[in-house]
């Protein structure tokens, strides 16, 4: 009959004292106190937690802590994750343990990485614990924010698109957990959040970026406060993360597309750089609206209103590349989405250009809405079609000299217009 686990720990530890002076005799001890772990329940008897103390003092002994064999360290950390499982709520060893415990599981999390390593099945197991029985929630307590750092750290630089879907979960519920149980959100850490975001970030992988937006969305609420209070000194050049990794316009568009709820203190300050004098700060602000804008799917919502007004202001913008980003943002606007709730104001300020003082921006404008009309003819008003047409045979305008191939599209799709009009079909 098989001696039941706390008593083979008794053993165990009474033979871990003193070390084994080979490293495959170690590495067997240690293995089989995995083992029997792994099948005690958690909150054990009184009883049984006293002849399982020798263990629980040997297993923690620095040379075991410190030990520089990595399958050594891995069985450790193993058998650490699982008695931090038994044990709690009520903590196994003082503080200082506990913080240098944390440590060793947080350094096995690295491995992750290799799906192909032997060991990787047992990092799972350790991760899975941890997200399970919140044990991670002890760092909190323990005050150990530059380790919460790493192992976000560690998360984000390991995750990959092929990592079994419990990999994936267990991290976003650890790294959820943490979040909604820390008082504050550090600067430093939000920074490793968001550092994942933008599209331009080749270095990111996709598992990565997804875990962010997934824990973000999770934690909005609890992230808003403070990615105001991260984003604002970023954006007025105030902040020491100035030329860290995070790209604020990147992010930015990045967190309307996921949470937008959480750029509701951030919003007053993109309206400020859409109308500052800085040349290149108003055509980063203008590129960002605009793609946010040409998003596909639901209306713009109220809060974002004010900035996109002040978007369809740019326009009339002094700076000619301002005035032709606005249009060629409002094409894709107006092709991803034709019919869109904006669509009519979008027109009216379209209109009001075939007026521009430069004949370029007034060619744009042209281009602009015949392709629209090409690719949705009912989508474009009928008296917007006649104003492009009248600016086609404006003589005194470049417009007249655009194409003569285009000039006809117009004049046929005019008439046409006008003629589903009488019949009674079309707008």
Do not use: W
Not at 243 to 266: F, K, M
Not at 417 to 425: L, P
């Amino acid at each position: 009959m098989a001696q039941k686990p706390h008593l083979q720990l008794k053993e165990l530890g009474s033979k871990l004292e003193s070390l084994p002076s080979h490293d495959d005799s170690l590495l067997t001890l240690l293995e089989q106190a995995a083992g029997c772990l792994t099948e005690l329940d958690q909150s054990p008897s009184a009883s049984k937690l006293e002849l399982m103390k020798p263990f629980f003092n040997a297993i923690v002994k620095p040379e075991l802590l410190k030990h520089e064999d990595k399958n050594a360290k891995l069985l450790v950390a193993t058998c650490l994750c699982e008695i931090t499982r038994i044990t709690a709520p009520e903590a196994p060893y003082s503080d200082d343990v506990l913080k240098d415990i944390f440590q060793l599981i947080v350094s096995t999390f690295s491995g992750l990485s290799d799906t192909d390593s032997p060991s990787f099945g047992r990092r799972v197991a350790m991760l899975e614990t941890l997200a399970k029985y919140r044990s991670c929630v002890v760092m909190l307590d323990l005050e150990c924010d530059d380790l919460v750092n790493e192992m976000f750290r560690t998360f984000f630089a390991v995750a990959r698109d092929d990592h079994p879907e419990s990999v994936l979960s267990s991290m976003q519920m650890i790294m959820v957990v943490l979040l909604e149980e820390s008082e504050d959100i550090h600067e430093d850490l939000l920074s490793i959040i968001l550092s994942t975001l933008g599209r331009e970030r080749e270095d990111v992988t996709d598992a990565a970026r997804k875990l962010s937006v997934n824990v973000i969305q999770q934690c909005v609420e609890k992230l808003e406060p403070s990615v105001k209070q991260f984003l604002l000194p970023i954006m007025s050049g105030d902040s020491k993360l100035v030329d860290n990794q995070v790209q604020y316009h990147a992010v930015i568009y990045d967190l309307y597309c996921c949470a937008p709820e959480t750029l509701s203190g951030v919003l007053p300050y993109i309206t400020g750089e859409l109308m500052t004098d800085d040349l290149e700060t108003r055509l980063k602000a203008v590129n960002m609206v605009g793609n946010i804008i040409a998003l596909p799917g639901s209306p713009i919502p109220e809060t974002f209103q004010p900035i996109f007004s002040e978007f369809l202001k740019r326009l009339t913008d002094r700076d000619f590349g301002v005035r032709m980003s606005v249009l060629d943002h409002l094409k894709s606007s107006l092709l991803s989405n034709p019919f869109r709730a904006e669509a009519p104001e979008i027109f009216s300020f379209l209109c009001d250009r075939l007026l521009d003082g430069d004949e370029n921006v007034k060619k744009q404008v042209v281009a602009v809405i015949c392709d629209v009309a090409c690719h949705a003819p009912n989508a474009v008003p009928l008296e917007t079609i006649k104003l492009v047409a009248e600016r086609l045979r404006d003589k005194s305008s470049a417009c007249n000299n655009f194409g003569g191939r285009l000039q006809q599209e117009m004049q046929k799709y005019l008439a046409m217009r006008q003629t589903s009009q009488v019949c009674g079909f079309g707008s």
